[in-house]
């Protein structure tokens, strides 16, 4: 298999239960179409990294993160790597809106659940990177429910040009099958397996069960569920992924990403 798997969840769905492979098949949450909700076909698993490790440094403490990994997939806009010499603030949170065509999605990012994806997530804001980027992914299927965005291609399968290394939740509810359950109002990176995050991620609108390969970024306010819950209204294109699962009919644009 030469495609690359999307940055986002390949799910391949066993007995109604998501199981979230590397792969390149359908993205929910994954640039290379490594996603949620579809058939997985299994590509070369990534080699195992050491997670991130922390430090302390001046006031706050932070955590010394990793972005120079190539990545697989295209690059849907190069804007460099995360500064900071890889220090990423661990504690505190940050106001993040998304502003699309269909409404605003605020978002409370937390550095303590994961440091590193929240930094990149923040530097890519910083470059624009998100701006004018489409959310490519809905997915409305038992067990999950998701909407994906963070690709500037809008195929599934692009990202920043640099992949960095997983920050595992540990406070997620055991759903049993080594799934734990994303409860609504989540907001988590996508991936395409061990140490593939880039710059997808996925907004959960209902509990879904899922492997705990997905580092949480945050949550988001019940007034970003009203816009979310207007474009699943709408349903999904038929025939990209399977039944339930491809892009929204009613096309969601991030306009501008917004930190603070």
Known sequence: MT??????????IA???????????????????????????????AEPTAGPTTSASGAGSTTSCVYNRASDGPVGKDVGLPDNAGQAPDTGTVQFTLRTD???????????????????LLFLAGKKYFDGTPCHRLTIVAGLKVLQCGDPSGSGYGGPGYQFDDELPSDLKPAGQGTVIYPTGTVAMANAG????????FLVYGDSQLPPSYPVLGSYTTAALT??????AGGVTAGEYREGDGKPKIPVTIQQAIVG
């Open 3 to 12: 495609s690359t798997p999307r940055t986002g969840l390949i799910v391949a």
């Open 102 to 120: 269909q409404g605003d999605i605020p978002i409370t990012l937390d550095r303590a659940k994961a440091p590193c994806a929240v930094h990149s």
């Open 194 to 201: 061990p140490g593939t995050n880039g710059s997808q991620f």
């Open 15 to 45: 007995a109604a239960v998501l199981i979230v492979a590397v792969s390149v098949t359908v993205a929910v949450l994954v640039p290379d179409r490594g996603s949620v909700a579809g058939i997985a076909v299994a590509g070369p698993a």
């Open 227 to 232: 816009v979310i819950d207007k474009v699943v």
